[in-house]
Structures are given as C-alpha cells and as structure tokens.
C-alpha cells in the first residue's frame, strides 16, 4: 500500500459485482411485430395475411414456406400451425396518406375509423370474415352505436347459438362478435386462449372423404401394378433359363498348364530360400508368436 504515490483502492476496484441478466428492448420487440414479417423478418407489404394467432406474415413468404417447409430455419416454430391458405386470412389495410419516407419508423397503415397508427401503441383487430382491419377503440364505439342487425332464418340461428350477426363498417360483411373478432399480436396469455380454440375448433371439423375421382385412380393403378406382376410371373414360367455358354477346350488346358507351371515355380523358389529368408515367412499354420519384425532377435519384457 505504500510508496506508490498515495493511491487507496476504492470498494469498485476490489469487489465486482455480478452482472445483471441483460433484457431485451421492448421498443425494439413492438417494432418487430408491428413493422415486420414474423415468419421472413422483412418489413410488411402488401398482401398481409394473419393466422389464427393474431400474427402478421407477407403473403409471399408464407407461400414459400408452404412450398419447401426448410426455407426458413425457425419456420415450423413461428407458424407450423398453419397447414394451407385456408387456415389465413388476406387483410384489408388501410394505408397511411401520405404515405411515410421508406426507413422511417413512422406506421404503414392507419385505422380508417379513428386514423390511429397501426404501430403497437393501440389495440387492433380484424374481423375474420372479410379481414378488415380496425383499432379496437374505434370497432368498439362504431358497434355499440349502429343498431343490432336482423336475426338469421332457423337453421343458420342454430348454427350461430342465435346470436345476432353485427355488419362491418366497412364492407358491410355480416361477422359474430364473439367468433369473428380477432385480435392482432395479442399478448401470450391471449395467444394461447386463441391456440386451444384453434385446436378444439379443428377437432370439430368433418374429416373429408377421398374424392371419387382419386379413389378410381388409386384402384386403376392397384390393378395395373397387379396386372403387371402377374405378366412378369407368366414369362418367367413360360421362359427356360439359358444355357450356360460353351468353355473352349483350348482356353482351358491353356490355363490349367499355367497355372500348374507357377505352382511348380514357387515351389522350386522356396526350397532354394536360405534359413535366414525363411525366417522372414511364415506359414498359416505356424504357431503364433508374441515378437513383432521389429523385436525379432532382442531382448523384451512382452516377446
């Protein structure tokens, strides 16, 4: 501590203190959600489709995915619940006027009810039915304004638990506001209340039939590939195995004279071996021994 100028180490210089987790930045995780594909991570264009879950995805990247399910890394994580088209929905936007400088964080699209930004801060959602877009505080105090709209005739009333159907307020589409309203990026709590409905809504479906017309191509080609085999076994029947081709008599004596030739060379090549180059052959049927070429003739503790 001495001679060193006077200098007194402070409690920061001997204690460290452990690192705090670090924590992701929430702006930047709206900005995410709100400006970006989920599935392609580039920023939405129109077409924008939502699944069931309430996310965002360019239409064109998911079509990709549903072609080669390997073109994103993530993809079966990100939106593996969805099978086909079918389980999306094509949004109706309502884009900003003017519209925003490209690189801005400004929102592409507004609400064409109240004109909020469509950026995280507020609340959105779509109707399912005709995939209109609206604020949740503008859909709310357009609805509870207009009228009820007509009950349906019985059999649709059944199928709705008569409930009375409410109008778009801007196609005019006939939607449930206890089915059709989907919120979009909903927390995690809401997302999965939406997956278990997703999941009991798919058991209820209908499992569909095999069309008439493939069921006709699977048997036609059944019975081809039985026609076919049964072809292949009649002409094996019907067909005497070849014979085996003639050997020249030649060719063979030839070869059993060469062949008798060498033996009798190597023969005569072994007994003029000297016992020194004898020593460095063995026979199959020699008694295996532990010393190896390179400890022949010395002394080892393992030969």
């Known amino acids: 501590m001495g001679n060193d100028g006077g200098s007194i180490p402070d409690r920061r210089d001997l204690v460290k203190n452990k690192p705090k987790a670090e924590q992701a930045d929430k702006a930047n995780q709206i900005r995410a959600l709100w400006f970006f594909c989920a599935l392609s991570k580039r920023p939405l264009q129109e077409p924008v489709v939502s699944c069931a879950l309430g996310k965002l995805y360019n239409k064109d990247a998911l079509i990709e995915y549903l072609l080669d399910k390997s073109a994103y890394g993530d993809g079966e994580e990100i939106c593996g619940h969805i099978r086909s088209l079918k389980d999306v929905r094509t949004l109706k936007l309502t884009p900003r006027s003017p519209p925003p400088s490209p ?8 609400c064409p009810l109240n004109l909020k930004e469509m950026n995280g801060a507020y609340p959105f959602v779509y109707i399912n039915t005709c995939g209109c877009v609206f604020s949740q505080s503008g859909l709310k105090a357009v609805i509870g304004s207009t009228l009820p709209s007509k009950t349906l005739s019985n059999d649709e009333s059944s199928a709705v638990d008569k409930e009375q159907l409410d109008v778009c307020p801007q196609c005019a589409t006939k939607f449930s506001r206890s089915t059709d309203i989907l919120p979009v990026n909903p927390s995690k709590e809401e997302e999965e209340q939406l997956c278990i ?37 009649e002409a094996t029947d019907t067909h005497s195995p070849s014979p085996a081709p003639a050997v020249n008599s030649a060719v063979s004596t030839a070869s059993k004279a060469l062949a008798s030739s060498l033996i009798a060379e190597e023969a005569k090549r072994k007994a003029n071996m000297s016992d020194a180059v004898k020593s460095l052959y063995r026979s199959k049927y020699d008694q295996p021994r532990k010393e190896t070429f390179t400890t022949m003739g010395t002394f080892t503790r393992y030969a």
């Open 103 to 110: 690189g801005s964080d400004v929102a592409k699209f507004v």
């Open 197 to 233: 409905a997703m999941e009991v809504r798919r058991s209820r479906e209908p499992v569909k039939p095999k069309s008439k017309k493939r069921k006709a191509n699977a048997e036609g080609a059944v019975e081809d590939n039985s026609a076919v085999a049964k072809k292949k076994k």
